[in-house]
T-cell receptor
Framework: SQKIEQNSEALNIQEGKTATLTCNYT??????LQWYRQDPGRGPVFLLL?????KEKRKERLKVTFDTTLKQSLFHITASQPADSATYLC????????????FGSGTQLTVLP | DGGITQSPKYLFRKEGQNVTLSCEQNLNHDAMYWYRQDPGQGLRLIYY???????QKGDIAEGYSVSREKKESFPLTVTSAQKNPTAFYLCASSPGQGDNSPLHFGNGTRLTVT
């Protein structure tokens, strides 16, 4: 079965720096990889999607990369702000898997003022 | 505003009782999902439905039941057979077209069984 790991449970960075979160997976290469943000006591909110044939995707201060050789996705937040503090989840889907996403356990990011 | 509504936000039950969690969406989405979230673990799929009157088991369906009588509604019943029911339950929906559709989540129901 597919296994997905996010680099660490918690990451603290200083405001203004770039936060980099890692998502590693094993076994089959996913067709798509999605990133979500989750605030305490709330449901996840979709941020970005990247396909297996895309190397990089950007949205405002967010950037996602996808390396199928390393079986890894990196999620970057540039010019981080305290409001970016949240838990970030990666999720992957294998084409033809009947719409089932496999979620990582998340990385809790804290941006210190 | 369109979205997914889960109710109640907090729910307390005694062991041995069945309990039903509500999930309603006004996004006109075909597909709906139930996930369970425990500390330190990824979201785990309980049940999903791609169309009215049809649903499939996810990875951890034992001890749970669902129905999909209306497109807008996908209630989840946690039965007394579920050994560890205390958790944060999340309902989600997607348009149902294509494998890459992002999920829209509700804000969850935290169930505590004592």
């Amino acid at each position: 079965s597919q296994k997905i790991e996010q680099n660490s449970e918690a990451l603290n960075i200083q405001e203004g720096k770039t936060a980099t979160l890692t998502c590693n997976y094993t076994n089959y290469s996913p067709a798509y990889l999605q990133w979500y943000r989750q605030d305490p006591g709330r449901g996840p909110v979709f941020l970005l999607l990247i396909r297996e044939n895309e190397k990089e995707k950007r949205k405002e201060r967010l950037k996602v990369t996808f390396d199928t050789t390393l079986k890894q996705s990196l999620f970057h937040i540039t010019a981080s702000q305290p409001a970016d503090s949240a838990t970030y989840l990666c999720a992957l889907i294998i084409s033809g898997s009947a719409r089932q996403l496999t979620f990582g356990s998340g990385t809790q990011l804290t941006v210190l003022p | 505003d369109g979205g997914i509504t889960q109710s109640p936000k907090y729910l307390f039950r005694k062991e041995g009782q069945n309990v039903t969690l509500s999930c309603e969406q006004n996004l006109n989405h075909d597909a709906m999902y139930w996930y369970r979230q425990d500390p330190g673990q990824g979201l785990r799929l309980i049940y999903y439905s791609q169309i009215v009157n049809d649903f499939q088991k996810g990875d951890i369906a034992e001890g749970y039941s669902v129905s999909r009588e209306k497109k807008e509604s996908f209630p989840l019943t946690v039965t007394s057979a579920q050994k560890n029911p205390t958790a944060f339950y999340l309902c989600a929906s997607s348009p149902g077209q294509g494998d890459n559709s992002p999920l829209h989540f509700g804000n969850g129901t935290r169930l505590t069984v004592t």
